[in-house]
Structure formats: structure tokens, C-alpha cells
């Protein structure tokens, strides 16, 4: 089993930078995927970034540039550096791990972008 915290939401301004956490616990050998996704009101979840064994990162059309994901194993987190936000950005953002067919996800952290 895999416990996954996420914080670092918040009201951010457009132009501005956020990082948010997600903080693993539990059964965490074997994981072969940490990601971050986002849903927006009345859209469906999207996946934002992915980083997986080796360090091996992919981003969602539009993301790569504006967002960096990364992951420090020794305290098993992992992170979104979000920069020039935009209000679209703005949706609750949730941490996601997988192994083995199986995933688990956390509760989401609400990011809003606003002036």
C-alpha cells in the first residue's frame, strides 16, 4: 500500500511560480511511476508530468517549459515546479504512483491562478 500527501497549493498571480510536494509513504520499492495530474472544474483529470525509473520524465502538450517534475529518493518526494502560471492552470492538482498495474493517489492540492 502507498500513501501519497501532496501540499504546496495556494492562490498564486499570473506570471508567478509554485512548487508543490507529494510526499510517499508505505510500500514504496518497486514503484515504476510517480506523475502529477490535474483536473479542472467540470473537465476531466489530465496528466501534467511523469518521472519514472531512472529519472526518465514526460510532459503533457504545453506543460514542458512552463513545469519541471523531479523526485528526491531519499525522502521518497516528489515535486512539480510550476513557473509562469497562468489562470488556466488554475484546478486541483493530484500525485499518482504506479507499480505493477496497480496505482494509488493522493487527495490534490488546490492551485489557483489569479489576479
Known amino acids: 500500500q502507498v500513501r501519497l500527501v501532496e501540499s504546496g497549493g495556494g492562490l498564486v498571480q499570473p506570471g508567478g511560480s509554485l512548487r508543490l510536494s507529494c510526499t510517499a509513504s508505505?510500500?514504496?520499492?518497486?514503484?515504476?511511476?510517480m506523475a502529477w495530474y490535474r483536473q479542472a472544474p467540470g473537465k476531466q483529470r489530465e496528466l501534467v508530468a511523469a518521472i519514472g525509473v531512472g529519472g526518465k520524465t514526460s510532459y503533457a502538450d504545453g506543460m514542458q517549459g512552463r513545469f519541471i517534475i523531479s523526485r528526491h529518493e531519499a525522502t521518497g518526494t516528489t515535486y512539480l515546479q510550476m513557473n509562469n502560471v497562468k489562470p488556466e492552470d488554475t484546478a486541483k492538482y493530484y500525485c499518482n504512483a504506479v507499480r505493477s498495474g496497480s496505482y494509488w493517489w493522493g487527495q490534490g492540492t488546490l492551485v489557483t491562478v489569479s489576479s
Open positions: 508505505g510500500s514504496l520499492f518497486g514503484l515504476t511511476q
